[in-house]
């Protein structure tokens, strides 16, 4: 970590050290056990691939994984040493001061007071995808598993449990699930109301039906019930929907209801345009009454592919989004998947190797869906096509480029990876974790950034003033001041602007 990001004022600092129970895995010989194995297959993605469809978990349903960025997510190499202006613009958006001041039982301050400043949880959500039968399901292999998304991650979102057929024929999987996330600490992203793609067993059998024999009215009346349901039924368990996934992509549902005014050839150019139809309003606007009768503090958002590096999704997704905002509600989450194809050359290239994507790129690819009154987030990053990269380390250079862009960038909130462990990914190529549990190259730019480079752990003594002050990566903080061997504990927030916090032990 920069200097200038971990020194405190005041009479002498130092450095705690990282994220401590991290350590104690590693020295524990947790990462490298061998799998029991299970079912033997990677489960659960939401990434669509000509390969064939891996075989689901068990509890997780069979949905084939959904659609991935195909092209020009492309990052053969990248820079090893960090940009400066990226790494400017992190201090400036992810830190602030933490002043700590003591005073004695009479408001006089306190000089010489020993001060700890304990980072426990950030503010910006690193998560991951959560297969729901692994999770809770009792066994050999989910051991690990479960050890590992709570040290590693402060949210998760459910690969298929929560998608409508699979919710319907077991709610209380997904349910146990939601309520493990919860009780570890984990803010859970609600994936998904509504997913228009009819080959991959996520849409009830009758409403597949009602989809090839064009019954409008049983698609309307079956989907507005679903998400009235699905939303009032977690609550605020959940942080934020996903109410409609890759509505440009993904549109089945809305050909049962328009028929031919939808030009499958061309979708872009018939009389109904599934992006910005009536139908997909009305699917946001019936999300906003639910969360609006039931008093609900929930987010709604979008969520689809092929943002970085296709630039035929920019006039379709903002026309999407604005199309939302104007006839729906005012969207508040913009999700971008970010599954990472092995392609040389920039974005929008796909034959230049001296081109590389860089952290800088990113956080300008993510500026073209800024401003639209609505936090970004990067969803589904995963790095696929396995042959097609140099190694290991090249996929975890471009893990490290995409982190540093996106926590660069002021309207991102979370940084969500589509599965960590290659036993539970739609590919078996998820970033951090071989399928016998040792540790990818990318687990060390994980665990480096979000746990050292970004975390913050001081420890100094109060100045004349009886101040201490540090600057911090904004999260949840357990500041100690001690006198005379008497401490106080204190647990506070660190946001934009800074906080102080005033302690006095024995008072």
Not at 442 to 463: H, I, K, P, R, S
Request: proline letters at 4%.
């Amino acid at each position: 970590m920069p200097s200038e990001d971990t020194s405190g004022s005041g009479d002498g600092t130092g450095s705690v050290g990282r994220r401590s129970l991290l350590g104690a895995l590693a020295a524990a010989g947790l990462a490298g056990c061998p799998s029991d194995g299970g079912d033997g297959t990677a489960t659960d993605g939401d990434a669509s691939t000509p390969t064939p469809t891996p075989t689901p978990a068990p509890g997780d349903g069979d949905a084939a994984p959904e659609s991935t960025e195909t092209g020009t997510e492309d990052a053969t190499d990248t820079p090893t040493e960090p940009d400066p202006a990226v790494e400017r613009r992190i201090r400036e958006h992810r830190t602030s001061e933490l002043a700590v001041e003591v005073t004695d039982g009479s408001g006089e301050a306190v000089a010489d007071a020993e001060v700890e400043v304990a980072m426990r949880e950030h503010e910006f959500g690193f998560g991951t995808a959560v297969n729901a039968g692994t999770l809770i399901e009792e066994s050999g292999e989910g051991d690990e598993y479960r050890e590992y998304i709570p040290e590693l991650f402060n949210k998760a979102v459910i690969e298929n449990q929560m998608k409508w057929r699979f919710w319907e024929s077991d709610p209380e999987l997904a349910d146990a699930a939601v309520e493990w996330l919860r009780d570890r600490g984990l803010d859970v992203r609600a994936h998904v109301c509504i997913w228009g793609r009819s080959d991959v067993g996520a849409i009830p059998s009758d409403v597949l039906t009602a989809i090839d024999d064009r019954d409008a009215e049983t698609i309307r009346d079956r989907s507005m019930a679903h998400i009235e349901e699905i939303i009032a039924h977690y609550g605020d368990d959940v942080t934020e929907w996903e109410v409609v996934n890759e509505a440009m992509h993904a549109y089945q549902l809305q050909l049962g209801v328009y028929g031919d005014d939808i030009d499958q050839a061309e979708p872009w150019n018939g009389a109904v345009v599934p992006w910005t139809s009536p139908l997909l309003a009305e699917w946001y606007s019936k999300a906003d009454e639910v969360r609006r009768k039931n008093d609900l503090d929930v987010g709604l958002g979008v969520n689809d592919f092929n943002q970085f590096g296709y630039s035929y999704t920019d006039g379709r997704y903002q026309s999407q989004i604005e199309h939302l905002n104007e006839e729906a509600v005012q969207l508040d989450t913009v999700g971008l998947q970010a599954h990472v194809g092995a392609r040389t050359g920039e974005f929008n290239t796909n034959s230049n190797p001296d081109e590389r994507v860089s952290a800088a790129r990113v956080a300008e690819e993510i500026d073209k869906w800024a401003g639209y009154g609505a936090s970004v987030k990067i969803t589904e990053f995963d790095t696929y096509n396995g042959d097609d990269w140099e190694d290991d380390e090249q996929r975890a250079r471009v893990l490290e480029n995409y982190l540093r862009g996106a926590f660069s960038h002021p309207d991102v909130e979370d940084f969500l990876m589509w599965g960590f462990w290659d036993g539970r990914h739609w590919e078996n190529e998820a970033p951090l974790f071989y399928d016998d549990w040792s540790e990818k190259p990318a687990y060390d730019v994980w665990t480096g950034l979000v746990f050292d480079e970004w975390w913050t752990e001081e420890t100094g003594t109060t100045d004349d003033d009886g101040t201490f002050s540090t600057t911090g990566f904004h999260g949840e903080y357990e500041v100690t001041a001690t006198v005379d061997g008497t401490e106080v504990t204190e647990t506070v927030a660190l946001s934009d602007g800074g906080t102080t916090v005033e302690l006095s032990p024995g008072a």
